[in-house]
């Protein structure tokens, strides 16, 4: 009862904004007769996504198939260089300054490179994109875990004559576990961004960021639409997938601090999206 | 201290030691100068002195988590660095310094695997240490669960899991208020007599080292030296009636005289000592 309570305190509120702000969205549309190539309203991009629910969900099938490549790539490379950075110093502080740089730095830029570099017509391309992005995220985030343990811990493990494959195993490991879900949380949504921006510059036309230019450019907005729907439903989905993980990962974290980092962090993937989540909760 | 010499079967000897950090550089800190101390088994040794008098440089020392720049340190009669590969002494610090990711049982347990002991042995022990420190229902509770008084006995609990000889604390009550403080200073008597343990406390709290301590180390800064020995007889029952003998305040008057004096010799302020 409780339970269901506070689950519908979570949830009532943002629909009830969700449903003021399409139905906001229908009404002007309606009212001041905005040509449908411009702004379509809702109603027919509902339509425009019962029409072609089958294409959309192709499409969304191609672009998550590529961020999940990417992701479970970009976290196993992540993880195994920040293993590497720890365990030579001199490379940490080579790498991590660069690692941090290179965070700064747009690479999705890089993708007509890579297309040039491998066939533009496989999804080789566009899932190295994710991984790379992926793999910086996670790089920072686990390496930070793995270096800064608590001083107490340490001395106490000193105290302990521990070696240091045991606090390897018992202090820096699962210190930096929180670091690496804080990590895939960011980069969960962010590896489904990757995918679909980076059909933008070409390669096999088969995903949504395809979906969304090719109906774009012939004025079919309220299809395209209708794909980036698809989009916000993909990133709501790994998100969810990334905080259902570290809930069956670490059910013993302290549940004030993680959820009011899930809070932080939800906002995240709207903000992304910007006014579209509404859309998403429309499907 | 009743021993012919006593060095012979002291739990903690401190001979002519000295520590000296950024040695010839232009932040050199003469930490330690020239410290003798000789703490036999069972006794209560309170380190007390102002902020930066060496207190607990000279802990990390006979916990041989930093080594000294000249003299020794022998711990149970082995060196140092012997008794703390050995485990011989259990550590607790001003902020409990649990695992969050360990429940209270597993936090009590990590020495213990540490040492290399089966489940069931580490369990019982820790089932046993949880009863001594009055948390026997919180055993599967994460850290965070418990309040602040509550993880500092299971800080303690932890560092007497495996029965350690010595007991080495740096003001591990620094961070409770006054009440819980006087309650866990009562239990951790408690605790050690029925523990058998030798205890090294540092602390910069007059009363404080007055209640726990059968000898005070009054210590003065720049460098760290003992400047006066202080043997503290209230008894071998000490409760709450202590608190309000008379007694108690003579020797809190001496503790804090020799403070004073201390002080003068270098005219360095007592900066970090609580009075109350």
Not at chain 1, 111 to 120: G, Y
Not at chain 1, 147 to 169: F, T
Not at chain 2, 100 to 128: F, H, M
Request: charge should be neutral; hydrophobic fraction near 45%.
């Amino acid at each position: 009862m409780n339970v269901l309570r506070s689950v519908g305190r979570i949830i009532v509120p943002p629909l009830i904004v969700g449903a003021l702000f399409v139905g906001t969205w229908e009404l002007i549309v309606r009212i001041f007769d905005i040509k449908p190539y411009l702004l379509p309203a809702p109603s027919a991009i509902w339509t425009a996504l019962v029409d072609n629910v089958d294409k959309v969900w192709d499409a969304m099938m191609v672009t998550g198939a590529n961020a999940l490549v990417g992701l479970v790539f970009g976290v196993i490379c992540g993880v195994a260089l920040s293993f590497v950075l720890m365990r030579f110093n001199v490379l940490n502080e080579l790498v991590t300054p660069l690692a941090v740089a290179l965070n700064a730095i747009p690479i999705i830029v890089l993708v007509p490179v890579f297309n040039n570099m491998f066939s533009s017509t496989t999804e080789v391309p566009r899932r190295l994109m994710v991984t790379l992005v992926v793999s910086f995220i996670v790089l920072v985030n686990v390496a930070k875990g793995l270096r800064q343990v608590s001083p107490i811990h340490m001395e106490l493990m000193h105290s302990y004559a521990a070696s240091k494959s045991e606090i390897l195993r018992k202090t820096r490991i699962p210190n930096a576990l929180s670091y690496l879900f804080t990590a895939l949380k960011i980069a969960a949504p962010v590896a489904v961004i990757t995918a679909f921006v980076a059909e933008y510059f070409g390669g096999s036309q088969n995903g949504l960021g395809y979906g969304i230019t090719s109906n774009a450019a012939v004025s079919r907005t309220a299809a395209s639409w209708a794909y980036v729907i698809g989009a916000c439903a993909l990133g709501l989905a790994f998100y969810a997938a990334a905080v259902l993980l570290e809930r069956f990962a670490s059910p013993s974290r302290r549940p004030a601090s993680s959820s009011s980092a899930n809070r932080t962090s939800r906002s995240q993937p709207q903000q992304h999206t910007g006014g579209l989540a509404p859309g998403g909760a429309m499907t | 201290m009743s021993a012919v010499n006593p060095s012979a079967s002291a739990a903690v000897v401190v001979e002519r030691t000295s520590m000296v950090f950024n040695r010839g550089r232009s932040n050199q800190v003469d930490a330690l100068a020239d410290i003798d101390l000789v703490v036999a088994p069972r006794d209560f040794v309170a380190l007390i002195g102002p902020s930066g008098c060496g207190k607990s440089t000279l802990l990390r020392l006979i916990a041989n988590l930093i080594e000294p720049t000249s003299g020794t340190v022998l711990v149970n009669g082995k060196s140092a660095r012997q008794s703390r590969l050995d485990q011989d002494y259990g550590m607790a610090f001003q902020q409990s310094g649990l695992f969050e990711w360990r429940t209270v049982r597993k936090n009590i347990e990590l020495p213990l695997e540490l040492k290399g002991w089966g489940k069931s042995q580490r369990r019982e022990r820790a089932d046993e240490m949880l009863e001594l420190v009055q948390l026997a229902e919180f055993g599967d509770h994460l850290p965070w669960q418990l309040s602040g008084g509550m993880q500092q006995r299971v800080a303690i609990a932890r560092a007497l899991a495996a029965h350690p000889p010595l007991l080495l604390m740096d003001e591990p009550f620094g961070a409770l208020d006054e009440m819980t403080r006087e309650h866990m200073q009562a239990e951790l008597l408690r605790i050690c007599d029925a523990a058998d343990t030798t205890v090294v406390f540092v602390t910069h709290s007059i009363p404080e080292a007055v209640y726990l301590a059968t000898r005070v180390v009054v210590m003065s800064a720049r460098p760290g030296r003992i400047t006066d020995v202080i043997d503290v007889d209230l008894g071998s029952e000490r409760d709450e009636d202590t608190r309000e003998d008379d007694a108690f305040f003579k020797k809190i008057t001496e503790v804090r005289e020799a403070l004073r004096s201390g002080e003068a010799t270098p005219p360095a302020s007592v900066r970090g000592i609580e009075d109350r």
